[in-house]
């Protein structure tokens, strides 16, 4: 379902892309509004899908933890409502006044952003309607990291599609009298429905949650609990994602001298190339708060087993859609965009820029995935944040030179490089962090996928060149590059240390596991207790790993 689900919100994505692109074209106008949503953009990453997300997910496991263990003795002491006590009006009062402030720093934002932007006005107008967004997407990503701690993963999966379906409809309904400025107000409807989607599933959690009859009476421990918004806490995994979403600040500062377009070109080529991460992350995403459980009941083994099966698995799906990105680029563009206001010289440059693009895509997925090893502790560290300051600094010190001699193809080569560099300390520091991945391992796999990938590509583009109209190219390039991918994986040596992907996307759910028709082996044994309900149990021991890890569903049963 969460497959099924974020596929259609990426179409929609897609779909919203296509109908700016022929509404409003790649212009000045475009610019304007890009340079507003740049503060969705960035509140996406800082509230729905990192900071709040590597906060409060384990946040939320180890108080579900404590419930299982029974450590509480009254309704008032009950660790999860203590904790969204402790927490949610803290965090609804912050970021109520951010956004209040930024409506009313619009220009001064807008300047800082974009000094040569062609239109400020229009930018200004387009970033007070979206600074909204602040609020509900803190909302938005607090019921989603608690939702997933509960093992819900539907509405969160549905928060894109309902996202996306705002802003569509806005555009639809005001474009005639607002202009692109209906986009940005598309963005405060659809922040709305985001939140709409998930509150009503976390409101029945919180109330069906057991409580154990009061036995004494006791104060509610939702000051402790709301330590995690402690400044000491929550600023490496703050830092860490100021400093990742800040290279699309970078990007849009470069590229705003550029001619008029080019900041339009970075943003296609940018939505279009990532769609393979944004798929290849869903897996790290699902699989996120069985870490941080199998942390919290102290079993690195399990957690360091998924991780390492999670991040081969996202370098497959993301190095598949790579090599079909970076072959049929031109054809992807003129298929999608090529219409109304977007013309033949538009699809070559967001080709161009598409293409470079993808070429850091491998390692912006082992950023998204390995930060979850460092942050499912805790007590957040400050290395992920050190090491994507050091690709930060890589992206801007190499993207001014780019800017100047390849214009908006050399701001996405430095962001290629900036991010894989971060990628690359990552995994170095990995095995020193909560979760012990083996690094060489893993280096040595990721390898072999990448040079299986360079050969998918090259057949891809043979292809994507051959085949005239646009629809069969894309779809030949895509099925051609996916065979000779999985062709030279499987005959590459020590192929099958990678995880086998039909046994890794089917899992057995506690309700599954009631009906298995016989135990396993480690639960038939003679005098062998099974394991307490919602205990994670190691793997290669009680589950294997492509059979995966049971949430804590113990007290529905």
Not at 137 to 151: E, K, N, T, W
Not at 397 to 426: C, E, K, R, S, Y
Not at 446 to 465: D, E, F, P, Q
Not at 501 to 517: D, M, N, Q
Request: aromatic share 6%; charged share 15%.
């Amino acid at each position: 379902m969460t497959a099924g689900l974020t596929a259609v919100g990426a179409v929609l994505g897609l779909v919203r892309d296509q109908i700016l692109a022929g509404y409003f074209g790649a212009g000045a106008a475009t610019d304007a509004f890009l340079v507003a949503w740049t503060v969705p953009e960035f509140a996406s990453t800082l509230l729905i899908e990192d900071a709040m997300a590597l906060i409060l997910v384990p946040a939320f496991s180890r108080a579900l933890a404590r419930r299982g263990d029974g450590a509480f003795d009254s309704a008032l002491d009950d660790p999860v409502r203590a904790l969204v006590r402790g927490t949610l009006p803290r965090l609804t009062l912050t970021v109520g006044l951010a956004a209040a402030v930024l409506v009313v720093a619009a220009p001064l934002l807008v300047k800082a952003l974009a000094p040569g932007l062609p239109d400020p006005a229009l930018a200004v107008d387009c970033t007070r309607l979206t600074a909204t967004c602040v609020l509900s997407f803190a909302l938005v990503g607090y019921c989603s990291a608690a939702l997933r701690a509960h093992g819900r993963f539907l509405p969160p999966a549905m928060i894109y599609a309902a996202y996306n379906v705002g802003i569509i409809g806005t555009i639809l309904v005001l474009r005639d009298p607002w202009g692109v400025r209906s986009a940005a107000a598309g963005v405060a409807v659809g922040g709305v429905l985001m939140v709409l989607v998930q509150a009503p599933s976390l409101v029945r959690e919180l109330r069906s949650g057991p409580v154990p009859p009061p036995v004494r009476a006791s104060a509610p421990r939702g000051g402790q609990d709301g330590r995690i918004l402690v400044l000491g806490l929550i600023a490496p995994v703050v830092a860490f994602s100021l400093c990742r979403q800040s290279q699309t600040l970078i990007e849009r500062f470069l590229a705003s001298p550029l001619p008029a377009g080019a900041i339009s070109h970075l943003n296609y080529a940018q939505k279009i190339a990532q769609l393979p991460m944004i798929l290849s992350l869903m897996l790290c995403t699902v699989s996120f708060p069985v870490v941080a459980r199998a942390l919290a009941a102290g079993d690195e083994e399990t957690a360091r087993h998924r991780v390492e099966r999670d991040l081969l698995l996202a370098a497959v799906v993301v190095l598949v859609g790579a090599a079909t990105v970076i072959a049929a680029a031109p054809r992807i563009v003129e298929l999608l965009f090529e219409r109304g206001e977007f013309g033949g010289s538009d699809t070559t440059a967001t080709a161009a820029v598409m293409r470079v693009y993808a070429l850091g895509l491998l390692g912006q997925t082992m950023v998204g995935a390995l930060v979850r090893c460092y942050f499912s502790a805790a007590r957040p560290l400050w290395y992920p944040a050190a090491a994507m300051g050091a690709g930060l600094v890589t992206t801007g010190v190499a993207g001014v030179p780019g800017a100047q001699h390849w214009g908006a193809v050399g701001i996405a080569a430095a962001n290629a490089l900036g991010i894989t560099l971060t990628a690359v300390l990552l995994l170095r520091g990995a095995h020193r962090q909560s979760v012990p991945v083996r690094a060489g391992r893993l280096g040595a796999g990721l390898l072999r996928l990448a040079a299986a990938g360079a050969g998918a590509t090259g057949a891809g583009w043979a292809c994507s060149v051959a085949i005239g109209p646009a629809v069969p190219a894309v779809a030949v390039a895509a099925l051609v590059a996916t065979c000779v991918f999985l062709l030279l994986l499987a005959c590459a040596p020590e192929a099958s240390g990678l995880p086998s992907l039909p046994r890794s996307a089917y899992r057995r759910t506690p309700h599954a596991r009631r009906h298995r028709a016989e135990p396993s082996a480690a639960e038939a044994a003679p005098g062998k207790e099974p394991p307490p309900a919602g205990r994670v149990a190691p793997v290669g021991k009680a589950s294997p790993v492509g059979g995966d890890v049971p949430l804590d569903h113990g007290h529905r049963r």
